[in-house]
């Protein structure tokens, strides 16, 4: 941030009558290391132009977008396609120090068997897929709250000044009536069980007073259905399917970022 440019009336009254510069320039610019944390919806899997190793990092994925719009001292992406919170736990926290001032992270969706639930949703029946979303509820209800809870005890101490925002999960479809794909019964479970994981996360992030950022208001209307390109379906690679595109983290998740106060001055 840009200190404010300041000079009291008696500081520019002494320096005119000594003849001496009126007002120093007082700004100054505040340090900013910045650590992006999290599963495949941080890093990028879907967006595209993944760099070298298995954990699809994009040039898209909305921690880059961020931090090429700043002014940053350090940035540090180490979010991971396919984590658990358990993996950022005891894979990614090396990035943080007494130093960090920023950590941005999402994580929860692959404790609460994502990829399971849409595996079962795309193969199987409506009732079957109204099963694996509410098994992951379950889960949801009791067993992820203490797992994202030791996560960002875990943060909290490795970066222990740092400002700390958690970003949710969109829902993947807009309900309408024509929908080439999914039935409109698995749609609305999967978009219940969306629901489901943001309350949890959300929850998580007030216990630990961190910020919490709902990302579904920016992709409200522009989910799967709706034609906008901000959601990929079934893709190849696989592991891409049902993750923002790099439209998706641009204009929904970057926003989403934006709205927490993390926008840094140049």
Same mark, same amino acid.
């Given at each position: 941030m840009r200190a404010p440019r300041f000079c009291s009336a008696a500081v520019a009254t002494v320096a005119f009558l000594s003849g001496s #510069? +009126?007002?120093? &320039? $007082?700004? =100054?610019?505040?340090?900013?290391?910045? #650590? +992006?944390?999290? &599963? $495949?919806? =941080?890093?990028?899997?879907?967006?595209?132009?993944?760099?070298?190793g298995g954990c699809k990092r994009s040039a898209n994925a909305y921690p880059r977008l961020w931090a090429a719009r700043q002014t940053l001292t350090s940035f540090k992406f180490v979010a991971c396609s396919g984590a658990r919170t358990t993996g950022v736990l005891t894979g990614q926290l090396g990035a943080l120090d007494g130093a960090t001032t920023l950590v941005t992270v999402t994580a929860g969706g692959n404790d609460a068997g994502f990829a399971r639930v849409m595996e079962t949703c795309v193969l199987r029946s409506s009732g079957d897929c109204r099963k694996a979303v509410s098994d992951a509820e379950e889960y949801m209800a009791t067993t992820l709250p203490d797992r994202l809870d030791a996560l960002y005890r875990a943060i909290r101490g490795k970066a222990p000044t740092a400002r700390v925002v958690v970003l949710g999960y969109p829902r993947l479809y807009k309900i309408v009536d024509n929908c080439a794909g999914m039935s409109r019964s698995k749609r609305v479970a999967l978009n219940?069980?969306?629901?489901?994981?943001?309350?949890?996360?959300?929850?998580?992030?007030?216990?630990?007073?961190?910020?919490?950022?709902?990302?579904?208001?920016?992709?409200?209307?522009?989910?799967?259905?709706?034609?906008?390109?901000?959601?990929?379906?079934?893709s190849i690679p696989i592991a891409d399917s049902y993750h923002p595109t790099a439209r998706g983290h641009r204009l929904g998740y970057l926003p989403a970022l934006d709205s927490a106060g993390t926008r840094v001055e140049r």
């Open positions: #510069v +009126a007002c120093a &320039d $007082s700004t =100054a610019r505040a340090e900013v290391h910045y #650590v +992006a944390l999290g &599963d $495949s919806y =941080a890093s990028g899997t879907g967006a595209g132009s993944y760099d070298s219940r069980g969306a629901d489901s994981l943001v309350a949890t996360v959300a929850a998580a992030a007030s216990r630990a007073r961190f910020v919490f950022s709902d990302v579904r208001d920016e992709f409200a209307g522009h989910e799967l259905c709706s034609g906008h390109g901000w959601l990929r379906s079934v």
